[in-house]
């Protein structure tokens, strides 16, 4: 039983470099998110998907896009990376939009930006 | 504004001896709470939470969690502690802005004592 897969598991990019981060879950979970988790600071969301077809902003969106391909899939970009966007990167899903519902985590992508 | 904050970055703890993590929260109208656990190199797993209903809620791994609405708290306790135990504690608690998101708090290292 998979869960939630993210890849790759590491990373290390040049500043201004790009680069996707995938995540897929089997699950059946209609909601997704992405965090990024910094020492100190607890996780903090990025972006997250309702739904299939739909994403919206969460509290960091700057530097970042998000693509829903499907139900099982939701990636997240870096259009042109920063030493600030230095992070571990966890992809979440959940059944519903309704929080009450916990939430799934991957293992993470741990990005390094020189 | 709302907020999550556990106020300890660490707790130490003998196994066998009872453990306390704790968390404060700061939101309008009535809460839904949540504990998560982080081991290294992998992403949060749900322990429990508090929806409504009885103050004390029971969760996996033996641990269980204390509602308390006039301190605004929900500390996580277990009887004896594991020396498996060791590791992140994330406190969270629902966005009343939106149904969807959650605040985490900054996290507790517990580290448990052979």
């Known amino acids: 039983n998979a869960g939630v897969t993210q890849t790759p598991k590491f990373q290390v990019l040049k500043t201004g470099q790009s680069m996707t981060l995938q995540c897929a879950q089997d699950?059946?979970?209609?909601?997704m998110y992405w965090y990024r988790q910094d020492p100190g600071m607890g996780l903090r969301l990025i972006y997250y998907?309702?739904?299939?077809?739909?994403?919206d902003k969460g509290e960091v969106p700057n530097g970042y896009n998000v693509s829903r391909l499907n139900k099982r899939e939701f990636s997240l970009r870096l259009e042109s990376a920063a030493p600030s966007q230095t992070s571990v990167y966890f992809c979440?899903?959940?059944?519903?939009?309704?929080?009450?519902?916990?939430?799934?985590f991957g293992d993470g992508t741990r990005l390094s930006i020189l | 504004a709302q907020s999550v904050a556990q106020p300890e970055d660490q707790v130490n703890v003998a196994e066998g001896n009872p453990l306390t993590v704790k968390c404060t929260y700061s939101?309008?109208?009535?809460?839904?709470l949540f504990w998560y656990v982080q081991y290294p190199n992998r992403g949060l797993q749900f322990l429990l939470k508090?929806?409504?209903?009885?103050?004390l809620v029971k969760g996996s791994y033996g641990f269980e969690a204390e509602f308390n609405k006039s301190q605004t708290s929900f500390h996580l306790k277990k009887p004896s502690a594991l020396v498996s135990d060791s590791a992140l504690y994330f406190c969270?608690?629902?966005?009343?802005?939106?149904?969807?998101?959650?605040?985490f708090g900054s996290g507790t290292r517990l580290l448990v004592r052979p």
């Open positions: 979440a899903s959940s059944v519903d939009r309704v929080v009450n519902q916990p939430q799934h």
């Open positions: 699950m059946n979970h209609n909601s």
């Open positions: 998907s309702a739904s299939e077809g739909t994403t």
């Open positions: 939101v309008s109208g009535n809460p839904y």
């Open positions: 508090y929806i409504t209903g009885d103050n």
């Open positions: 969270a608690v629902r966005d009343m802005d939106s149904s969807y998101k959650l605040i």
